[in-house]
């Protein structure tokens, strides 16, 4: 694969790289951020017609399910120009149940947009995705939106911006009008009124409206103390002029961002157009740009390559630089090699879609790439411009752009494609564990090798759902993050593939265990019916398996004088084994025994390996039904993260569900952290329930802690 030499269009094409801004449009569910991204793209003109949510309109929400319930499901990226810069946007879903689709845009965003509903203001998953993008390091800045609302209130939004999230923020704008008479915001840096018609086209500047000067005036002051409390020039001027200029203010603003130092404020009403413009030119202003960025950094040895992910007998300069702890790293410069991160994975019956952020280098259509997780080379036959469910041809992309391209066949969620010649492998966006499961199967016989392959088709493109198969109960389980999850992957399994498949409650595997055995079991097998017959005779001491003995079975013989021979004491071993595959009780698997073949005696024509076997079998069978039994049912150690105020409901709840509580910590932020260990079948449905009763904030996690004593009436 070519790299590239400098030419004279070099500044020309950093120029156009500093000229992008790859966003994220972050929100709780119905603060209104598909209507922003809507609005966006119409001011854009990207779009000529307003699309509205509760229309079915929108350009983001194309899904049919995401028009049917009115919310975003699914990732959806677009592209727009504004005032001389590209925009690429990702309006990401608001429902807790698809945070891992949030996971793996921010992954690959350079800055985002936090909006947050006027009257509610910080809402769970609003604080959600604000953690999210914090942990990614991805600045932001913050719409207040909905300001047309009753009992919308901008200073009220940011104080729990303030108490809920621990940023510091600085609003830049005071809104003309309140509730239904809002039309339009106050420029604090420059003191103009931006206004709005009531079409939503925007009314020429003018000076601010007399009643609210001195509130400008006092708010613009608040603005100027803060900044130059935090950043140096500003305070330099500040304190030899007194005031702060819009220009140092803007400055100052840009690098606060950037660090996360604060976080800029804005409002305006989405829906009815008022306040978008200043949020594009924000977004253009104060959010970084690709080369703005750190250059991104090799997770680990790619294939063929060196422990900083470069080719056997190069160094790190040849393919991009190392950083100080030398690993190898890549900055946004078309001239260096290929270097993108696969994101999204789109895996359609009729084609495959590989959603993309190039950090460096420029890919050409019909070049060949190399997948550094799977150390295969792919052709990549198209490049395409993504409009959510459109797209647009290219030959080429360049480091900072976020594309889609057709060709790889093979490459997942969090592969690396990058320059052959210069192998790097770049961190994957990590997935969250599922927490809920349900029991999958087609309506009809026919369709179940299809639905297997529809269902390992929606897991390639969503790494956070989890396919398997019981090897116990048969049942073929879907595990995902909620709910919500899981019915939305399930319809469009039944849309996509027209497969009718039915969901039910997961059967929980139970056991059987030897709580008090038998000594000296007797018994005699023997069959005759013509030939050569079966004999074998056999005396078992059947007893619980000790506590601090391995597995789950457990065999011995004190059989002495050769009364039973020893090929015929590993049959007898193998038939206990066969034994134990169902219980007494219930037909389950039986755990916890311990058997010691104490005598026998053998027949010298019809004694074989398979009469012993069976004879074990067959006796054991017997001994344990002589035997005091029970059900164990699996468990699980449970770790809940909820708000302290929040604790006690929730170990109420645990308690009711048979939960056995080991510990509670007190975890940051106001939270508690609650360690259970809980049945496995009283968690079907937790997920639902902790959300309510925590108003979304509660979190938990689960992994297999053995098995318990089950209730009488379980089985």
């Given at each position: 694969?070519?790299t ?15 000229a992008v801004?790859?966003?994220?449009i ?44 009115g ?13 001389g810069h590209?925009?690429n ?8 149940d698809?945070?891992?689709e ?7 965003l ?14 769970p ?15 932001r800045?913050a719409f207040?939106n909905?300001l ?17 999230l ?33 079409d ?28 130059a409390?935090?950043?140096?020039e500003?305070l ?9 200029t ?41 959010l ?9 950094r ?37 001239q ?10 789109v ?13 460096a280098?420029?890919?050409h259509?019909g070049a060949t ?7 295969r ?9 993504v ?14 752009d ?25 961190e ?24 297997a ?40 399994v ?29 018994y ?50 193998a ?32 004694s074989?390996?398979?009469a ?10 017997e001994a ?13 150690e ?8 929040a ?29 259970a260990?809980?049945p ?7 997920a639902?329930r ?26």
């Amino acid at each position: 694969m070519r790299t590239h030499t400098t030419t004279s269009s070099t500044v020309a094409t950093v120029a156009a790289i500093a000229a992008v801004r790859n966003l994220g449009i972050l929100a709780h569910v119905d603060a209104g951020k598909t209507t922003v991204t809507e609005r966006i793209l119409y001011l854009t003109g990207t779009t000529h017609k307003r699309g509205e949510v509760h229309d079915g309109t929108t350009v983001t929400d194309f899904d049919p399910q995401e028009r049917d319930r009115g919310i975003t499901i699914f990732a959806a990226a677009v592209s727009c120009a504004w005032a001389g810069h590209r925009i690429n946007l990702i309006d990401t879903p608001g429902h807790v149940d698809f945070a891992d689709e949030v996971e793996r845009s921010l992954r690959v965003l350079d800055g985002a947009v936090a909006v947050f509903d006027a009257v509610a203001g910080v809402e769970p998953q609003s604080e959600s995705v604000w953690r999210q993008a914090e942990r990614h390091g991805v600045p932001r800045i913050a719409f207040v939106n909905k300001l047309d609302r009753a009992g919308a209130d901008l200073d009220t939004a940011v104080a729990s911006i303030r108490e809920r999230l621990h940023p510091r923020p600085l609003a830049v704008q005071l809104p003309i009008g309140t509730e239904e008479s809002f039309t339009g915001v106050v420029d604090l840096l420059r003191l103009r009124a931006l206004t709005w018609h009531d079409d939503g086209t925007p009314a020429a500047e003018t000076a601010v409206p007399a009643h609210l000067a001195a509130e400008a005036a006092a708010r613009r002051r608040t603005l100027e103390e803060a900044v130059a409390e935090l950043n140096p020039e500003a305070l330099e001027e500040f304190c030899t002029h007194g005031t702060v200029t819009a220009a140092t203010l803007a400055t100052a603003l840009r690098e606060l961002t950037r660090t996360g130092e604060a976080v800029v404020v804005l409002c305006g009403s989405a829906y009815r157009n008022r306040g978008i413009e200043p949020l594009l030119d924000a977004a253009v202003a104060y959010l970084p740009s690709p080369l703005d960025v750190p250059p991104v950094r090799a997770a680990d040895t790619a294939p063929g390559g060196t422990p900083d992910g470069t080719p056997d007998g190069t160094s790190g300069a040849t393919s991009g630089g190392t950083g100080t702890d030398g690993v190898q790293q890549r900055t946004a410069d078309p001239q260096q090699p290929l270097t993108a991160l696969a994101f999204k994975v789109v895996a359609a019956p009729t084609g495959r879609l590989t959603y993309l952020r190039l950090y460096a280098g420029t890919l050409h259509k019909g070049a060949t790439v190399l997948d550094t997780t799977t150390g295969r080379t792919e052709r990549v036959a198209r490049i395409l411009r993504v409009m959510a469910d459109r797209h647009s041809e290219t030959d080429h992309a360049r480091a900072g752009d976020i594309v889609a391209v057709i060709g790889p066949k093979t490459a997942r969620v969090g592969a690396t494609l990058c320059d052959p010649d210069h192998p790097i492998r770049l961190e994957a966006p990590v997935s969250a564990e599922p927490v809920v499961t349900v029991a999958v199967e087609a309506r009809r016989a026919t369709d179940t090798d299809k639905l297997a392959a529809a269902l390992a088709r929606l897991a390639e493109e969503d790494p956070s759902l989890r396919l398997a198969t019981d090897p116990e109960t048969g049942q073929r389980t879907l595990s995902g993050l909620g709910e919500l999850h899981l019915e939305v992957a399930v319809e469009k399994v039944r849309r996509d593939s027209g497969i009718e498949a039915v969901t039910g409650r997961p059967t929980v595997a139970l056991r059987e265990a030897l709580v008090e055995g038998v000594d000296g079991f007797v018994y005699r097998h023997a069959k005759q019916d013509g030939g050569a017959g079966q004999f074998a005779h056999l005396v078992l001491d059947v007893r619980p398996l000790a506590d601090d003995a391995d597995g789950e079975f457990a065999f011995a013989s004190t059989v002495t004088g050769g009364r039973v021979p020893r090929e015929y004491v590993q049959a007898v071993e193998a038939g206990c084994r066969d034994a134990l595959a169902e219980g007494p009780l219930g037909g389950h698997p039986v755990t916890g025994v311990a058997v010691t073949l104490t005598d026998g005696a053998t027949h010298p024509k019809d004694s074989s390996e398979l009469a012993f076997r069976t004879a074990a079998r067959l006796g054991l069978r017997e001994a344990l039904r002589a035997s005091r039994m029970r059900l164990l049912e699996p468990v699980a150690e449970v770790t809940v993260t909820v708000p302290e105020d929040a604790l006690g409901t929730v170990l109420g709840d645990l308690a009711a569900r048979r939960g056995h509580v080991r510990a509670t910590t007190a975890g940051h932020g106001g939270t508690a952290r609650v360690s259970a260990l809980v049945p496995l079948a009283e968690l079907f449905g937790y997920a639902g329930r902790l959300r309510g009763r925590t108003q979304g904030r509660g979190t938990f996690t689960t992994r297999p802690a053995g098995y318990a004593p089950a209730p009488a009436s379980a089985g």
